[in-house]
């Protein structure tokens, strides 16, 4: 302990003990006790034959003394009471000394820092006589306690009985009108009278003491400290080597195990008995371990299927016939077109655009009574949601059909579920889960002219194209590269086109098999690639990199096309989509904006603000349109959906329900369907909204 850190009773304690050790090396007390000590040694030695053994000597157990300063126990250093050279000069670890039996002075017996205190004896003298004078003047017949033996005055009687008694009796009469709460302790009304006695030792203190010498016998029998001194020297001794022939141990690398955060139903709000994914089938999508390698060629139906039984073939059958249903429907309503079980549409298409014709015209039939939908009127009943993945959802599509009640929905670690919400089966509604892709899906494209035919892409760089009547997902285009966008124009069914690595753009053509074009449009990551429902060949992108743009597919060279229109928020844009009619256009972006655009060359700007920061956790949001320009809907942190005006320029109304328990990222408006709203969420559920 430095001494500069000492406290003031603590320079005082040392002081005392320092001027104690040279009271007792003046009178040299420690030489005579070793001397006594070294002469009761000599008395024990009796010799008994020749050869003389040395006898053992006893232990002297030392009582253990446990002692509460005046610090310890929040006392100033000044406190009243026995100084500490007096403290110090009682000696608490001898033992105390033998009987005196006879007389003992006081001189003899005090315990003091200096010689024998007189004034204390006469003080006490001088009291006694004042308290005897006092009683004599009360009337007590007592004489002088410095004249004799008080006895012989007494006489058998009782003293301070009489005249005391009656004065007490007097005092007690008043007694009733003290206070409890008057009663005080104050610093100065307290002071040490005596040392803490060595016998006083509890139960538990003597105990730890025997077990103390107990555990010093059974060390020394043992020889412990003499064997760990020999092992201390033998790891030092094998320390010292040379440098040059030390081996140093490779480190062994760190296995990360991924973390997997699941929001079970109870969490999130969900009764147990929630309509979709059945627990056996999401217990057999193993959440904790990395998503295998990834095929290089067609996987069958039957090997992607995850569920809690053998392949569902009748799942496979329904698709087929109902694309087959809606094939004879386009064909009744004026679509030129073959039916997809009899092979591939595009021999059947010969250049023509599919779907835009009647398909866009009864489009534009049905935007002309979406004036008169009432946002009051979409309402979320509980039958309407269900969990078709076990993971986030990336991205979530409407089959293109009145006649078909289905959504698919891609997750995080590719699988993709299907739900039959239009399903007639006496189980409910249905839910079919695949494993097509090891990475996230990026996005989802149902044909038109052929319901049983889905293209999907993820960020390990494929394409697959799942064929129900073949039972497989094929393998249409792979690359080295992150593919982070899909999209295809409705005049054009041979050409894929999506966001591949950093800003690159690439369309894929099928009847080729190869890319037709490949060009970097930005200098990140392309999220979304939408197209003008009036004029398919103007296109729209957004990026990473803080912009979104506007390109003329006509007018596109070999090298990087010029853009029409460079919008830049200030920060990442995660989406921009055209609205039904071609107008306008709106950005969703993570500067906390919804951006809308329109005229002519989309020169005149509006932003309204809509929190947009979803964090690690949940997918971004993207704003889309409804079913005209009136509105747009995007997702809400309070489990809603925000719906936003682009002629008030603010969030008009927000769309809740007691039966929403997660928040809404990845939207799609069902395209034939006006008012029927499917919103994805990260625990793998799909909510929709239905307009009565």
């Given at each position: 302990?430095?001494?500069?850190?000492?406290?003031?009773?603590?320079?005082?304690?040392?002081?005392?003990?320092?001027?104690?050790?040279?009271?007792?090396a003046?009178?040299?007390?420690?030489?005579?006790?070793?001397?006594?000590?070294?002469a009761a040694?000599?008395?024990?030695?009796?010799?008994?034959?020749?050869?003389?053994?040395?006898?053992?000597?006893?232990?002297?157990?030392?009582?253990?003394?446990?002692?509460?300063?005046?610090?310890?126990?929040?006392?100033?250093?000044?406190?009243?009471?026995?100084?500490?050279?007096?403290?110090?000069?009682?000696?608490?670890?001898?033992?105390s000394?033998?009987?005196?039996?006879?007389?003992?002075?006081?001189?003899d017996?005090?315990?003091?820092?200096?010689?024998?205190?007189?004034?204390?004896?006469?003080?006490i003298?001088?009291?006694?006589?004042k308290e005897?004078?006092?009683?004599?003047?009360?009337?007590?017949?007592?004489?002088?306690?410095?004249?004799?033996?008080?006895?012989?005055?007494?006489?058998?009687?009782?003293?301070?009985t009489?005249?005391?008694?009656?004065?007490?009796?007097?005092?007690?009469?008043?007694?009733?009108?003290?206070k409890?709460?008057?009663?005080?302790?104050d610093?100065q009304?307290?002071?040490?009278?005596?040392?803490?006695?060595?016998?006083?030792?509890t139960?538990?203190?003597?105990?730890?003491?025997?077990?103390?010498?107990?555990?010093?016998?059974?060390?020394?029998?043992?020889?412990?400290?003499?064997?760990?001194?020999?092992?201390s020297?033998a790891?030092?001794?094998?320390?010292?080597?040379?440098k040059?022939?030390?081996?140093?141990?490779?480190?062994?690398?760190?296995?990360?195990?991924?973390?997997?955060?699941?929001?079970?139903?109870?969490?999130r709000?969900?009764?147990?008995?929630?309509?979709?994914?059945k627990?056996?089938?999401?217990?057999?999508?193993?959440?904790?371990?990395?998503?295998?390698?990834?095929?290089?060629?067609?996987?069958?139906?039957?090997?992607?299927?995850?569920?809690?039984?053998?392949?569902d073939?009748?799942?496979?059958?329904?698709?087929?016939?109902?694309a087959?249903?809606?094939?004879?429907?386009?064909?009744?309503?004026?679509?030129?077109?073959?039916?997809?079980?009899?092979?591939?549409?595009?021999?059947?298409?010969?250049?023509r655009?599919?779907?835009?014709?009647?398909?866009?015209?009864?489009r534009?039939?049905?935007?002309k009574?979406?004036?008169?939908?009432?946002?009051e009127?979409?309402?979320?009943?509980?039958e309407?949601r269900?969990?078709?993945?076990?993971?986030?959802?990336?991205?979530?599509?409407f089959?293109?059909?009145s006649?078909?009640?289905?959504?698919?929905?891609?997750?995080?670690?590719?699988?993709?579920?299907?739900?039959?919400?239009?399903?007639?089966?006496?189980?409910?509604?249905?839910?079919?889960?695949y494993?097509?892709?090891?990475?996230?899906?990026?996005?989802?494209?149902?044909?038109?002219?052929?319901?049983?035919?889905?293209?999907?892409?993820?960020y390990?760089?494929?394409?697959?194209?799942?064929?129900?009547?073949?039972?497989?997902?094929?393998?249409?285009?792979?690359?080295?590269?992150?593919?982070?966008?899909l999209?295809?124009?409705?005049?054009?069914?041979?050409?894929?086109?999506?966001?591949?690595?950093?800003?690159?753009?690439?369309?894929?053509d099928?009847?080729?098999?190869?890319?037709s074009?490949?060009?970097?449009?930005?200098?990140?990551?392309?999220?979304?690639?939408?197209?003008?429902?009036?004029?398919?060949?103007?296109?729209?992108?957004?990026?990473?990199?803080?912009?979104?743009?506007?390109?003329?597919?006509?007018?596109?060279?070999?090298?990087?096309?010029?853009?029409?229109?460079?919008?830049?928020?200030?920060?990442?844009?995660?989406?921009?989509?055209f609205?039904?009619?071609?107008?306008?256009?709106?950005?969703t972006?993570?500067?906390?904006?919804i951006g809308?655009?329109?005229?002519?060359?989309?020169e005149?700007?509006?932003?309204?603000?809509?929190?947009?920061?979803?964090?690690?956790?949940l997918?971004?949001?993207?704003?889309?349109?409804?079913?005209?320009?009136?509105?747009?809907?995007?997702?809400?942190?309070?489990?809603?959906?925000?719906?936003?005006?682009?002629?008030?320029?603010?969030?008009?109304?927000?769309?809740?329900?007691?039966?929403?328990?997660?928040?809404?990222c990845?939207f799609?408006?069902?395209?034939?369907?006006?008012?029927?709203?499917?919103?994805?969420?990260?625990?793998?559920?799909?909510?929709?909204?239905?307009?009565?």
């Amino acid at each position: 302990m430095a001494s500069q850190n000492l406290t003031e009773y603590e320079r005082k304690r040392l002081k005392n003990v320092r001027r104690n050790n040279e009271m007792l090396a003046a009178r040299k007390i420690h030489s005579k006790a070793s001397e006594v000590s070294a002469a009761a040694k000599r008395s024990r030695v009796a010799p008994k034959s020749n050869t003389v053994k040395s006898e053992k000597k006893p232990k002297t157990e030392t009582p253990l003394v446990i002692r509460q300063s005046l610090r310890t126990r929040g006392m100033p250093p000044d406190s009243e009471g026995l100084k500490d050279i007096a403290l110090e000069s009682v000696n608490m670890t001898e033992i105390s000394p033998a009987k005196v039996l006879g007389p003992l002075s006081m001189r003899d017996a005090y315990e003091g820092d200096d010689e024998f205190d007189r004034s204390f004896v006469e003080a006490i003298v001088g009291l006694a006589k004042k308290e005897a004078h006092s009683l004599s003047l009360n009337g007590e017949e007592i004489g002088s306690c410095a004249e004799g033996d008080a006895s012989n005055d007494l006489k058998g009687r009782s003293v301070g009985t009489s005249c005391d008694l009656e004065r007490r009796k007097e005092e007690y009469k008043v007694w009733g009108s003290l206070k409890l709460e008057s009663l005080t302790l104050d610093s100065q009304n307290r002071a040490r009278l005596v040392p803490m006695a060595s016998q006083n030792l509890t139960e538990y203190e003597l105990k730890r003491l025997e077990n103390i010498r107990r555990n010093d016998e059974m060390l020394a029998a043992l020889k412990i400290h003499s064997k760990a001194s020999e092992v201390s020297a033998a790891a030092k001794r094998s320390r010292v080597a040379p440098k040059s022939y030390t081996l140093k141990s490779e480190k062994k690398p760190k296995t990360e195990t991924p973390v997997v955060i699941r929001q079970s139903l109870r969490t999130r709000g969900m009764p147990p008995d929630s309509e979709g994914l059945k627990d056996i089938a999401l217990e057999s999508v193993n959440m904790t371990e990395i998503s295998p390698a990834k095929v290089l060629g067609p996987l069958s139906m039957r090997d992607a299927y995850e569920g809690d039984d053998e392949f569902d073939r009748s799942f496979v059958e329904a698709i087929v016939g109902l694309a087959k249903k809606e094939a004879h429907s386009l064909s009744l309503n004026g679509e030129e077109i073959g039916s997809c079980a009899d092979g591939d549409a595009s021999n059947d298409l010969k250049g023509r655009s599919v779907g835009t014709s009647c398909d866009v015209e009864r489009r534009k039939e049905e935007y002309k009574v979406w004036g008169s939908l009432k946002l009051e009127s979409l309402i979320l009943d509980s039958e309407n949601r269900a969990r078709l993945v076990p993971t986030r959802i990336t991205a979530v599509q409407f089959f293109p059909s009145s006649n078909v009640k289905m959504i698919v929905a891609g997750d995080k670690f590719g699988n993709l579920g299907f739900w039959n919400y239009g399903s007639s089966s006496n189980e409910g509604n249905e839910v079919h889960l695949y494993h097509p892709h090891p990475a996230p899906i990026s996005g989802i494209l149902v044909q038109r002219h052929c319901l049983s035919k889905i293209y999907t892409s993820c960020y390990d760089g494929l394409v697959r194209l799942m064929d129900a009547e073949k039972e497989v997902f094929d393998l249409v285009f792979n690359s080295d590269e992150t593919l982070y966008s899909l999209s295809q124009p409705n005049n054009d069914a041979n050409c894929l086109y999506f966001g591949e690595g950093p800003g690159g753009l690439t369309i894929w053509d099928s009847r080729t098999g190869r890319c037709s074009s490949q060009w970097v449009l930005h200098d990140s990551r392309i999220n979304t690639i939408d197209f003008d429902p009036e004029n398919l060949h103007i296109m729209a992108t957004s990026s990473s990199d803080g912009t979104a743009c506007t390109w003329d597919l006509r007018y596109t060279k070999k090298s990087k096309p010029s853009a029409l229109r460079t919008f830049t928020p200030q920060r990442a844009v995660h989406s921009a989509y055209f609205s039904p009619s071609g107008r306008s256009l709106a950005t969703t972006s993570l500067d906390d904006t919804i951006g809308i655009y329109d005229g002519a060359n989309f020169e005149n700007a509006s932003t309204v603000f809509h929190f947009n920061q979803t964090g690690r956790w949940l997918s971004t949001f993207r704003g889309i349109w409804g079913w005209d320009d009136s509105y747009i809907f995007v997702g809400n942190m309070k489990r809603g959906v925000d719906v936003i005006s682009p002629v008030h320029k603010k969030i008009v109304t927000t769309l809740q329900s007691p039966h929403m328990s997660a928040i809404p990222c990845r939207f799609d408006a069902h395209p034939f369907e006006i008012g029927t709203l499917a919103g994805g969420t990260s625990g793998g559920q799909v909510y929709m909204w239905k307009s009565f």
